[in-house]
């Protein structure tokens, strides 16, 4: 159980083009679901925390009216990358927050976007 | 930055050798948890172990947790070249809503 999908699994666009990533929960409902951008051979970076049916919340740095996220369900949360650019590529993930005990974020496999 | 370091960087043993990675972190937390993520893929939750413990074990995985000294540790015993992969521990420091900051993380390669 507790499997979260993602799509696509890898996207590439002209610059200045829009994105849309979808994150799901496909076993369980996500009050709450995280995105976080991974640069090569680097960390996870933590970008925003969706809730459903309200805002998101941002981490600081992170333009809010760049990366657009959108929380409408408790499967579904998408992430748009506004008129991307090159150096917005990079490995996107995403995760879903659920009880089993205790809080566990479980992750989708990632989505890898290439801005030419 | 709550970001934690992660050492070594990378890790090359042979199989059947016990692999040892180590985290710090700077804040206080409520759990600590190790992640494997291999090249280009999601992560699959390995373990998580409370601030008031002190020691977890599962399968071949050890974990331990000094909060005096902010750090925990990851051991892998007779390890397998499927365990090639790279390691990060994630901290969900108090107060932080139950975001998780993860380590710089750990390149292990397990050679036959």
């Known amino acids: 159980g507790a499997v979260v999908s993602q799509h696509p699994s890898w996207v590439i666009c002209k610059s200045g083009t829009s994105v849309k990533i979808e994150c799901r929960s496909l076993?369980?409902?996500?009050?709450?679901m995280f995105w976080y951008r991974q640069f090569p051979k680097q960390s996870l970076m933590l970008m925003a925390t969706?809730?459903?049916?309200?805002?998101?919340?941002?981490e600081q740095g992170v333009e809010k009216d760049k990366f657009l996220i959108n929380h409408a369900s408790l499967t579904l949360s998408t992430l748009t990358v506004t008129s991307a650019h090159p150096e917005d590529s990079s490995f996107y993930i995403c995760?879903?927050?659920?009880?089993?005990?205790?809080?566990?974020?479980?992750f989708g496999p990632g989505t890898r976007l290439l801005v030419l | 930055s709550q970001q934690g370091e992660e050492d070594p960087q990378a890790l090359s043993i042979q199989e059947g050798e016990n692999a040892t990675m180590n985290c710090s972190y700077k804040?206080?937390?409520?759990?600590l948890q190790w992640y494997r993520q291999n090249s280009g893929r999601g992560l699959v939750h390995l373990i998580l172990?409370?601030?008031?413990?002190r020691e977890k074990h599962s399968g071949r995985l050890r974990v331990t947790l000094d909060t005096s000294k902010k750090s925990s540790s990851l051991l892998i015993t007779a390890s397998r070249a499927a365990d090639t992969a790279s390691y990060f521990c994630?901290?969900?420091?108090?107060?932080?809503?139950?975001?998780?900051?993860f380590g710089t993380g750990t390149q292990l390669k397990v050679e036959l």
């Open positions: 995760s879903g927050e659920i009880w089993d005990g205790q809080e566990t974020q479980y």
């Open positions: 076993d369980f409902q996500a009050t709450t």
């Open positions: 969706s809730n459903e049916g309200s805002k998101a919340t941002y």
């Open positions: 804040t206080s937390i409520n759990n």
């Open positions: 172990i409370r601030s008031n413990e």
């Open positions: 994630a901290t969900d420091f108090t107060g932080g809503g139950n975001k998780l900051t």
